[in-house]
């Protein structure tokens, strides 16, 4: 089984919509993150998250939100869906007590927005 | 603010070698990573350096210089396979936290 699962791995949804986006793990991390990818501008930090209580904007939160339901599961909601949120997002997790960081990725959900 | 600078594509030979460059400005410097991502699927860790030099493991060697913002991906025995988006990602400091900032990715592409 996959550490870090995220669900849908594909949506199509309409402007004005509001969608959440599901992430969970089995690695045991306290550390969670989203991220979306377009072409040609890499990935970019959406949200994150050090434990359960401790929710950080990144980058680019605007237009989105997030939840921490359980040490092992970060949902992204994007409230207000528009056609520019069409990308390819990315859950990760790290594990702060190694002192690495080392950020491991779920296999992303590819989300348009019509 | 944090600026990481890579090429956009590059192109090598099947059996050559290929060095991928990273140039980076960031605030309060904690590592840097070099993750693979495949067309469509997530990108996976390749190696972390943290102190100047080279982190050789397997065919992939990464190296860092902390005073030129400088480093390298290196690629050994190119196999088909190695195809792929090249991240570079360096850890430093965001509003007095740590954070991760990638950089746009080298998409290279291993010719027979």
């Known amino acids: 089984d996959a550490d870090v699962t995220q669900t849908p791995r594909n949506r199509i949804t309409k402007t004005g919509k509001r969608i959440m986006l599901e992430c969970s793990q089995t690695?045991?991390?306290?550390?969670m993150y989203w991220y979306r990818q377009d072409p040609g501008l890499g990935l970019r930090l959406i949200y994150y998250s050090f434990d359960v209580k401790d929710i950080n904007k990144g980058e680019i939160s605007d237009g989105y939100s997030v939840s921490r339901q359980a040490q092992a599961k970060f949902s992204l909601s994007l409230e207000s869906a528009i056609p520019n949120q069409t990308a390819l997002y990315f859950c990760?997790?790290?594990?702060?007590?190694?002192?690495?960081?080392?950020?491991?990725f779920g296999p992303g959900t590819r989300l348009l927005v019509l | 603010g944090q600026n990481i600078d890579q090429p956009t594509e590059m192109t090598a030979t099947e059996g050559a070698i290929v060095q991928i460059n990273c140039t980076y400005q960031t605030s309060g410097f904690n590592g840097l990573f070099w993750y693979q991502q495949h067309a469509g699927e997530a990108p996976t860790f390749l190696s972390y350096?943290?102190?100047?030099g080279l982190e050789e493991k397997g065919r992939f060697s990464s190296f860092l210089s902390r005073s030129k913002g400088y480093s390298y991906l290196l690629l050994k025995e190119l196999q088909m396979k190695d195809s792929a988006s090249y991240l570079c990602a360096v850890m430093g400091l965001d509003t007095g936290r740590r954070a991760l900032t990638f950089g746009s990715g080298t998409r290279l592409q291993v010719q027979p």
């Open positions: 990760a997790t790290s594990d702060k007590s190694t002192g690495l960081e080392t950020q491991y």
């Open positions: 690695k045991g991390h306290d550390r």
């Open positions: 350096n943290v102190l100047d």
